[in-house]
């Protein structure tokens, strides 16, 4: 049993829909439905023995027990057909109540509670002399065994299944229907893992925030959260110390859970937020500051279907396409032919504005299963980014020559691709990306993710046409922290004076390159998703933000309320504060007041 989590406590999570939200937690427990101990049967183990069932329908009990094998197995099954048929039909009630995204998910749940597979895995179980709860829960088990095997979107259904299969034993012991209690005042909602078809009935007036110990951005749970635009995070490791009824302050553009925060300052933020939710849902684009000053504000996208959910919104083209998310479930390297084409269209999306490509960024914790890379001691520190190059070039040399032939196809403003390379370290690096770029007529850029290209920026702007610092794992290099511990979110924080003044340093070499030219400098990482932060990133001077296609207007319309000799002065607060605390809270104050 974990200790309740402290006052202050930061718990770090997977930011997936921005907003801030102040309430009490309310947790959503795992039901014990899936717990083998506790269903009816042969759970216990044992082994090719007549199953007793607690339902108490027994079928190894004073009543049963001298039931024939088959007519126990043919009972057992029908009981199973039932349920199911009984878990479909209300899913698919639900599901002719509901609209747009819900109403597909509650309708492929209905499908998967009469999945033929699965019957036949339960038959085969109950073959066994499991009992139906146990046949149920173990055939259950064995398909999520198979999905975590093979990872990527086919893991995230995984929640499905386990709540699907929770449905039918609950139906199997005559209990009600497990999920989301009802809500008698507002709260944030706290579970393990929410599915679908949990997550389709939420009131929006009612949960205040989601926040998922386990799950994945693109799960079904994070597609309605983003319908119905309830903040929401998920992969909030550590989570389960927050006790039910904890004060917290949950940030979905952030990913964070501050708990026990003061509660003035998190109530007067909540709701100034919700104010600016509000405004934001209305903001159409482009990206102007209060004194008419244009700003470049991009979008982050990993396929061609996130290219054109950005290309449908306010963003103004793409400021980071991450190419390893888009081939994170792949086995085998794509073709040339193959890469070219998804390049094509999310170059496509935005024929007429800036689409940046960045070159495999593997390794650390996007392990690329054909990239070759082996177990490391301390893989944020290995080969990762760039550094792929030391097992196979060709890796990057086939990305760009699919980038080449993309932009050939899609033409126009794209027929040079701007592309750049991850975790550079070295002017050599810098030089030889920029060589194999412009061999290829591609427009070379690197990020600025390592302190080292940072420290020393002028002697690595010869070689490229732009920057783009990724404050992620910059912020990370200089705290010397780990982007993924919960622990030490408090320092992996992009408010951090020593990396504002970090990137104060980029913005200005590469206003005043050494030979002449100016080479713009944008802000891909989280940072630029937080509005506050995003106006002092451009005080700084940065030239273009890039942020998550959701947190595009978050940060759209917040930068029209402000001029730019306004974020000079913001800027200015920030970089003289001693602490990312400080700094946050003095540009907040002096924004509100
Ligand atoms: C970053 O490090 O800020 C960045 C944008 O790259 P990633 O988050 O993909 O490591
Ligand atoms: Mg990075």
């Known amino acids: 049993m974990p200790l309740d989590a402290q006052t202050g406590t930061i718990i770090r999570g997977t930011a997936v829909v921005a907003g801030l939200a102040h309430g009490s937690a309310r947790w959503v427990r795992r039901s014990d439905l899936l717990d083998p101990e506790a269903a009816d049967s042969g759970a216990a183990g044992a082994a090719g023995a ?33 349920a199911t048929a009984t878990v479909g039909e209300r899913l698919d009630q639900r599901a002719a109540l509901a609209t747009g995204v819900s109403a597909e998910v509650l309708s492929a749940n209905a499908v998967l509670a009469r999945d033929r597979g699965w019957a036949k895995a339960v038959t085969k179980e109950l073959k066994k002399g499991l009992g139906v709860e146990a046949a149920t829960v173990a055939a259950t088990e064995t398909f999520v065994e198979m999905f975590t095997r093979i990872g990527g979107r086919q893991a995230e259904r995984i929640t499905d299944l386990r709540n699907i299969c929770a449905r039918v034993i609950a139906e199997l ?3 009600p229907e497990p999920g989301v209690p009802e809500f008698s005042e507002p709260g944030v909602l706290l579970a393990d893992d929410l599915a679908p078809a949990d997550t389709a009935g939420l009131d929006p007036a009612m949960v205040l925030a989601i926040v998922c110990e386990y799950g994945g951005p693109t799960s079904h749970t994070a597609i309605i959260a983003r319908q119905l635009g309830i903040p929401c995070i998920v992969a909030a490791s550590g989570l389960g110390a927050v006790a039910e009824g904890a004060r917290v302050l949950v940030d979905g553009a952030t990913g964070t859970v501050e708990v026990g925060p003061d509660e003035q300052s998190a109530s007067e933020a909540a709701a100034a937020d919700k104010a600016m939710r509000v405004k934001a849902a209305g903001w159409t684009g482009p990206a102007v500051l209060a004194d008419g000053h244009p700003v470049d504000l991009l979008a982050n996208v990993q396929d061609g279907d996130g290219a054109a959910a950005a290309a449908a919104g306010p963003a ?14 792949q086995p085998e390297e794509p073709t040339v032919a193959e890469q070219a084409e998804l390049y094509a269209r999310v170059l496509g999306a935005f024929p007429d504005s800036k689409v940046v490509t960045r070159t495999l960024d593997a390794g650390s914790d996007k392990p690329l299963a054909f990239a070759g890379m082996t177990e490391e001691e301390n893989p944020a520190l290995g080969v990762r980014g760039i550094r792929v190059d030391l097992l196979d070039r060709g890796l990057v040399d086939r990305q760009l020559d699919a980038l080449a032939e993309a932009g050939r196809q899609v033409g126009g403003a794209q027929s040079s691709p701007w592309v750049m390379a991850p975790m550079i370290a070295t002017v050599d690096e810098a030089r030889d990306f920029g060589e194999r770029c412009r061999e290829r007529g591609l427009t070379p850029g690197i990020m600025v993710e390592v302190p080292s290209v940072a420290v020393a920026v002028d002697r690595f702007l010869p070689h490229i046409d732009f920057l783009s610092i990724g404050t992620n794992d910059l912020t990370q290099y200089v705290m010397a922290a780990d982007r993924m511990s919960s622990e030490l979110a ?3 924080d992009p408010w951090q004076p020593a990396v504002l003044r970090l990137i104060r340093t980029v913005a200005e070499a590469g206003a005043a390159a050494p030979d002449g030219r100016v080479v713009p400098v944008g802000v891909c990482g989280e940072a630029a998703a937080d509005p506050h932060l995003a106006m002092v990133l451009l005080g700084l001077g940065v030239s273009s933000l890039s942020a998550a296609t959701a947190a595009v207007p978050f940060v759209g319309a917040a930068l029209a309320e402000v001029t730019l000799e306004r974020c000079r002065e913001l800027a200015a607060l920030a970089l003289d504060s001693d602490t990312a605390r400080e700094a946050r809270a003095a540009v907040i104050d002096a924004v509100r007041a």
């Open 173 to 175: 012991r005559g209990l």
């Open 490 to 492: 408090a320092l992996t």
């Open 316 to 329: 103004g083209g793409i400021g980071l396409f991450r190419t390893e998310l888009a081939f994170l479930d």
């Open 50 to 82: 007549p199953a007793s069932d607690s339902a108490g329908d027994s079928v190894s009990g004073d009543a049963d027990g001298a039931a024939p094998d088959s007519e126990r197995l043919d009972r057992e099954r029908q009981r199973f057909v039932e």
